[in-house]
């Protein structure tokens, strides 16, 4: 445990250098696993039976693989798409189940009937965890609590003020409101950030 702390020892135990330098660890091997998932995504969007929106999320895809973060409106308007045939949890294939399982720290060699579920109960997780943050309400929470909600949501905060963190929070709850009346299928498999603060250095 004293030479493996990463591997044997849950966060608490570790130093804050610890905290931060395994933090980004993961962060990284978290985005490595983000191009495999809007791979998978933009191959899944030739069987959508809509063509308007099969090309809104087309653009969407590329967009991003571009760089740029959509606007909370704009994944909202292609939600209908992820509760239907090719984009529902129950659909996707083994590829893209992986995918979302490493983004998600979850162990992707497993069938995919297991990873659908172990996907299901995780957004399950964290769609309780937005209930609550919704309801109790951010500026309640320390700027430690704001950073680790952040990294849970796929966010890595070590560059970012606490000031960012609530402003991105802010974001990702407005779209996790608007998905509150869907199914978890939709959750699951929007893969594609909500736009994020410029980090600051210094």
Do not use: K
Not at 17 to 45: C, D, I, K, M, W
Not at 72 to 96: D, I, M
Not at 175 to 201: F, K, M, N, W, Y
Request: overall charge positive; aromatic content about 6%.
């Amino acid at each position: 445990m004293y030479f493996f702390p990463r591997q044997f020892l849950i966060r608490h135990f570790w130093t804050p250098r610890q905290q931060q330098e395994f933090g980004e660890q993961n962060h990284a091997a978290r985005r490595a696993a983000y191009p495999a998932v809007l791979s998978s995504l933009a191959a899944a969007t030739h069987s959508l039976p809509e063509p308007r929106l099969q090309h809104r999320l087309q653009e969407l895809c590329a967009e991003v693989q571009r760089g740029r973060h959509p606007r909370v409106a704009e994944l909202c308007a292609v939600r209908a798409l992820f509760s239907g045939p090719a984009l529902c949890l129950g659909e996707l294939r083994a590829a893209h189940l992986r995918a979302l399982s490493r983004v998600l720290f979850l162990t992707p060699l497993l069938p995919a009937v297991l990873l659908r579920c172990r996907l299901r109960s995780h957004l399950l997780e964290i769609r309780h965890l937005d209930r609550a943050l919704a309801h109790l309400g951010l500026a309640q929470l320390s700027e430690e609590e704001l950073r680790a909600a952040c990294y849970l949501r796929g966010l890595n905060p070590t560059h970012l003020s606490a000031a960012q963190c609530r402003a991105w929070l802010e974001q990702w709850l407005e779209l996790s409101c608007a998905l509150q009346g869907a199914t978890l299928t939709d959750e699951a498999t929007v893969p594609i950030p909500t736009p994020r603060p410029r980090p600051t250095h210094g």
